[in-house]
């Protein structure tokens, strides 16, 4: 695999299973990670309520309504960029882009 470090312009070159073991054994550690189930189904009922609920009270109108709502349900994704001189080796960082509360986050800015 090749990908950027962290910080700086350097790029590294790293062996696929030797990435993917290094971020399971992170992830492993329980005092620092916990294991959960899949919060998607409840976070989208949430949303879609609140959505509903604001239409419903003409808080908010159709366009920001069809905007906000939920057009896909991708699941944020977990990947490591890689450290030189630190102790852990992986610095974790979740892709929130098109996930479920991606929409609504990204409007804010734009209101």
């Not at 604001?54 to 994704?77: H, P, R």
């Amino acid at each position: 695999m090749v990908f950027p470090l962290d910080k700086g312009r350097a790029t590294v070159v790293l062996d696929k299973t030797e990435y993917e073991e290094k971020v399971q054994h992170m992830l492993d550690v329980e005092r620092t990670y916990e294991r959960m189930k899949d919060p998607m189904a409840v976070y989208k009922r949430k949303l879609v309520f609140i959505l509903s609920w604001l239409k419903d009270e003409e808080k908010i109108g159709c366009e920001l309504n069809a905007l906000l709502f939920l057009t896909s349900e991708k699941v944020s994704q977990l990947y490591c960029l890689r450290k030189v001189h630190k102790a852990p080796p992986f610095r974790p960082t979740v892709d929130y882009i098109g996930s479920i509360g991606y929409s609504t986050c990204a409007s804010l800015w734009t209101f």
